[in-house]
């Protein structure tokens, strides 16, 4: 992810993780809200440059100019030798296109030749 593309997944992320909030824990959408950027705050407080996270903006040859598709952020963690997942999304007008398949694997290679033995997410 490029320094200037924080601010739409900024924008994409904090709706939809306080979605998540309110939801999964029966607050009102404001409390939710005001977690969601405390929790972004803390875990992403230097943008696209937090040591230790790598944010990266999904993009498609087939689609025009270099809108992403999508964002993926994890952290790689050398302690347990594994990739956590924070968050990945195919963006609504992309879906159903193969482009999650294409980049969860695009993640795999990435990691494939390192001291990562294994890739986790919790739904």
Do not use: C, N, Q, W
């Given at each position: 992810m490029k320094p200037?593309?924080?601010a739409d997944y900024v924008a994409?992320?904090?709706?939809?993780?306080?979605?998540e909030i309110s939801s999964n824990y029966d607050v009102d959408v404001e409390t939710a809200r005001?977690?969601?950027?405390?929790?972004?705050?803390?875990?992403l407080g230097q943008g696209v440059e937090t040591a230790g996270q790598v944010l990266l903006s999904l993009v498609a040859e087939d689609v025009q100019g270099d809108?992403?598709?999508?964002?993926l952020w994890c952290k790689p963690d050398e302690a347990s030798r594994t990739v956590f997942i924070s968050d990945f999304c195919v963006l609504p007008p992309f879906r159903g296109r193969g482009?999650?398949?294409s980049a969860l694997a695009a993640l795999e290679a990435?990691?494939?030749e390192t001291e990562y033995d294994e890739i986790r997410l919790r739904v």
């Open positions: 200037h593309e924080f994409y992320f904090v709706p939809d993780y306080a979605a005001a977690r969601a950027i405390r929790e972004l705050e803390e875990s809108t992403p598709v999508g964002y482009y999650g398949k990435m990691f494939a």
